[in-house]
C-alpha cells in the first residue's frame, strides 16, 4: 500500500514537472541553439566569410565578416564612401561591431534573427543622414530603424569609376557608381555632402547620365576603361569637374585602396 502511494506521488510531481516546463516553455519562450541556427555562422562560406545587405528604396548598406579573425568591414550607404571597419563580438542573440577609424570609436549592434541581423539604433552610434531627394532638403538616416541585412545581398554588379582632381592644392575626387542590374546610378564629389543619382545608358560608345530631378543630364564617351565627360552636353553642375577624366576600377579592386594610393600620391 505504502508502495503504491510513493508511486503515485513520484507521478504525480513528475506530471506537475512537465507542465510547469510546457507551461513556462510557453509564456516565456527561449531560443536554444537547435531551435534556430545561428544566422552568421550558417551564411559563412569556406574562407569564412559571411556577406549581408540591406536595401532601401534610395540606398544599400552591406556588411562583411571575417570569422577567423573576428574583423568586419561596415559600408553603411553607397552614397557614403568610407566604409568602416573594425573587429566584433557575438552571442547567441546579438552581434557587437566596434569601429577604429580615424582615431574615432563607434559601436553598432545587430540582433541575430532566423532570416537575418536586425539593426538596433538604440544600441548603437547615430548613422549619416543624408539628402537623397534634390527637390527635398529634408536628411534621411541612410539605414532605418530594425532594418534587416539579410544574407548574400552583397551587391557584386556595381561599376565604380573614379575620377581625380586636384584644385588649389586639395586632392578632390569624384566616384561613378553604375549598376546594370536596375540601369541606376549615383555619382558623387568627395568636398560635397549631397550627390546625382538617377537612370544612365550606354549607346554608341556613349553614356547618358539622367539625373532624377528630371532636368540634368551628363555625357561621357567611353574610352577604353574610361570616361570622359563632354562638358558641352552635360549639365553645368558642381557634382562634377568639367574636366573630369574617370577611370574604371579594375576587376577586385576596392574603391578604398584606390582612394588610399591617390592620397598618398
Given at each position: 500500500m505504502k508502495s503504491s502511494v510513493?508511486?503515485?506521488?513520484?507521478?504525480?510531481?513528475?506530471?506537475v514537472v512537465a507542465v510547469c516546463a510546457a507551461l513556462a516553455a510557453h509564456f516565456f519562450p527561449?531560443?536554444?541553439?537547435?531551435?534556430?541556427?545561428?544566422?552568421?555562422?550558417?551564411?559563412?562560406?569556406?574562407?569564412?566569410?559571411?556577406?549581408f545587405g540591406c536595401k532601401s528604396d534610395n540606398d544599400y548598406a552591406g556588411l562583411a565578416l571575417n570569422r577567423k579573425d573576428k574583423t568586419f568591414n561596415f559600408l553603411q550607404s553607397y552614397r557614403f564612401f568610407v566604409a568602416l571597419s573594425g573587429s566584433y563580438e557575438e552571442n547567441d542573440d546579438y552581434l557587437m561591431l566596434t569601429a577604429k577609424n580615424a582615431g574615432t570609436k563607434n559601436k553598432f549592434t545587430f540582433k541575430k534573427q532566423k532570416d537575418g541581423l536586425e539593426f538596433l539604433p538604440k544600441k548603437s552610434d547615430p548613422v549619416p543622414e543624408l539628402q537623397y531627394s534634390n527637390s527635398?532638403?529634408?536628411a534621411e538616416k541612410c539605414i532605418k530603424n530594425e532594418a534587416l541585412f539579410t544574407?548574400?545581398?552583397v551587391r557584386t554588379d556595381a561599376i565604380t569609376y573614379l575620377g581625380r582632381n586636384e584644385q588649389n592644392g586639395i586632392k578632390l575626387y569624384v566616384e561613378l557608381s553604375l549598376s546594370p542590374a536596375d540601369g541606376k546610378y549615383f555619382m558623387h564629389r568627395s568636398d560635397m555632402s549631397d550627390c546625382s543619382a538617377g537612370t544612365y545608358e550606354e549607346k554608341d560608345s556613349r553614356l547618358v547620365?539622367?539625373?532624377?530631378?528630371?532636368r540634368d543630364e551628363y555625357c561621357f564617351?567611353?574610352?577604353?576603361?574610361?570616361?570622359?565627360?563632354?562638358?558641352?552636353?552635360s549639365a553645368k553642375t558642381a557634382y562634377i569637374h568639367s574636366d573630369a577624366v574617370l577611370k574604371k576600377l579594375g576587376e577586385g579592386q576596392k574603391l578604398s585602396d584606390a582612394l588610399e594610393s591617390y592620397f598618398a600620391s
Amino acid at each position: 500500500m505504502k508502495s503504491s502511494v510513493k508511486r503515485t506521488i513520484c507521478i504525480a510531481a513528475v506530471v506537475v514537472v512537465a507542465v510547469c516546463a510546457a507551461l513556462a516553455a510557453h509564456f516565456f519562450p527561449g531560443r536554444s541553439a537547435g531551435d534556430i541556427p545561428d544566422i552568421v555562422k550558417a551564411s559563412a562560406d569556406e574562407n569564412g566569410m559571411a556577406y549581408f545587405g540591406c536595401k532601401s528604396d534610395n540606398d544599400y548598406a552591406g556588411l562583411a565578416l571575417n570569422r577567423k579573425d573576428k574583423t568586419f568591414n561596415f559600408l553603411q550607404s553607397y552614397r557614403f564612401f568610407v566604409a568602416l571597419s573594425g573587429s566584433y563580438e557575438e552571442n547567441d542573440d546579438y552581434l557587437m561591431l566596434t569601429a577604429k577609424n580615424a582615431g574615432t570609436k563607434n559601436k553598432f549592434t545587430f540582433k541575430k534573427q532566423k532570416d537575418g541581423l536586425e539593426f538596433l539604433p538604440k544600441k548603437s552610434d547615430p548613422v549619416p543622414e543624408l539628402q537623397y531627394s534634390n527637390s527635398s532638403d529634408k536628411a534621411e538616416k541612410c539605414i532605418k530603424n530594425e532594418a534587416l541585412f539579410t544574407p548574400s545581398s552583397v551587391r557584386t554588379d556595381a561599376i565604380t569609376y573614379l575620377g581625380r582632381n586636384e584644385q588649389n592644392g586639395i586632392k578632390l575626387y569624384v566616384e561613378l557608381s553604375l549598376s546594370p542590374a536596375d540601369g541606376k546610378y549615383f555619382m558623387h564629389r568627395s568636398d560635397m555632402s549631397d550627390c546625382s543619382a538617377g537612370t544612365y545608358e550606354e549607346k554608341d560608345s556613349r553614356l547618358v547620365l539622367c539625373d532624377d530631378n528630371g532636368r540634368d543630364e551628363y555625357c561621357f564617351d567611353i574610352s577604353g576603361d574610361e570616361l570622359v565627360l563632354d562638358s558641352e552636353k552635360s549639365a553645368k553642375t558642381a557634382y562634377i569637374h568639367s574636366d573630369a577624366v574617370l577611370k574604371k576600377l579594375g576587376e577586385g579592386q576596392k574603391l578604398s585602396d584606390a582612394l588610399e594610393s591617390y592620397f598618398a600620391s
